[in-house]
């Protein structure tokens, strides 16, 4: 009886399997589902880059801090050039 089962079996996979059976179009549908799988690691590989919200939140006042400070900077360095522009007169 295991006998039956294992050729019954073996001649399934032979047939589902033989070379003679694959068709061109499932070879390309291997091909394109190949380049999807690899597309998609490459975009979950990207993702771990991405920040979460409350670095992105840090990110945005820091650079809220960052323009506050170069705008007194840039103040300083305008009075500076101001008051030698007019001492040069």
Known sequence: M???RVMIVSS????????????????NSREKNAKFVEGLKGALLSMSSWTTPEEMARKKELKKKLVTISFFILAIVIGALVTVAANGM
């Open 2 to 4: 295991n006998d039956i």
């Open 12 to 27: 399934f996979l032979d047939k589902k399997y033989s070379l003679n059976s694959i068709n061109t179009s499932d070879i």
